[in-house]
């Protein structure tokens, strides 16, 4: 085989997986819109991507039926086919399996709302909700919401669980995304010191106005922060003294999760 050929197999498949990164990012954008779907526009923005590139990635996905156009906004979203494919997965995964007796305890002795949040990507994406028994819940987001980590406080809290280097360039990545969330990657990185001095994440402005959130990460057995633990409420309900009584328990039970998953 001659030297052209050869240097012609090692490009080819570093091009194809670069075609597949491209298109991955897309639709992580497209599944962070939700139903609502996102303008083309943001998503070059949000993927640094050019337009072009965006376009053409975006309307192969939608003759596959991956994504779909709504024709009165012009904004593009997940389509139909992506939760068929998803079907071919029914069992919840074992994160959840592992996490679910923890969270009903922990919601049981705090009484304020828990997520489960869960690392994919340089996204997090919330996948459990449990609510308390106090009058006043913070539901600040739902399941299936899917955020840049960096801008919720078990994102930030997924990031402190890093080694310095890695969060960093995760940070770096999502930069462009961050304007949309009011946040920059200084803020982000600070936030993200303070968490691993703390040993959890504490965020005195939650994404709710008057509230606070509190997060613990978790790590799978080979050491890497798959998910977290996030308690929201209202501000009074986290203070100086009750924040000690509130970490103690979700460390505890982000250590139990840890050891569930190792079973």
């Known amino acids: ?24 990012a897309v639709l992580r954008i497209l599944a962070a819109g939700r139903e609502a779907g996102v303008p083309l526009a943001e998503v070059v923005r949000a993927t640094g991507l050019t337009r072009p590139t965006v376009h053409r990635i975006v309307h192969v996905l939608i003759e596959e039926g991956i994504v779909e156009r ?20 029914p069992r919840p995964s074992r994160l959840l399996i592992a996490a679910s007796p923890s969270l009903q305890r922990a919601s049981a002795e ?5 997520f489960l949040t869960m690392r994919t990507g ?3 994406l919330c996948v459990d ?6 009058p006043i819940q913070v539901l600040s987001i739902e399941i ?24 960093r360039k995760i940070v770096a990545a999502n930069e462009k995304r961050f304007e949309a969330y009011r946040t920059d990657v200084a803020t982000v990185l600070g936030q993200v010191t303070a968490a691993r001095r703390r040993g959890y994440n504490m965020r005195e402005i939650g994404l709710v106005q008057g509230t606070k959130s509190m997060s613990t990460w978790i790590k799978t057995p ?15 309900r986290l203070g100086p003294r009750r924040e000690q009584e509130v970490a103690e328990i979700l460390l505890r039970e982000a250590r139990a999760i840890e050891e569930a998953i190792r079973g």
């Open 70 to 89: 709504n024709e009165r906004s012009g904004r593009f979203a997940i389509g139909n086919q992506v939760p068929e494919l998803a079907l071919a997965r």
């Open 144 to 167: 299936g919401a899917r955020r840049p980590l960096g801008v919720s406080s078990a994102g930030v809290a997924i990031l402190a669980a890093m080694p310095a280097q890695e969060a």
């Open 110 to 114: 705090i009484g304020d709302t828990l």
């Open 222 to 236: 080979d050491g890497q922060p798959a998910a977290a633990i996030t308690v929201s409420a209202v501000r009074t």
């Open 129 to 134: 909700r449990r609510i308390g028994v106090y």
């Open 1 to 24: 085989m001659d030297r052209t050929r050869v240097a012609r197999h090692a490009i080819e498949p570093r091009q194809g997986a670069q075609a597949i990164r491209r298109a991955l």
């Open 122 to 124: 340089n996204d997090t």
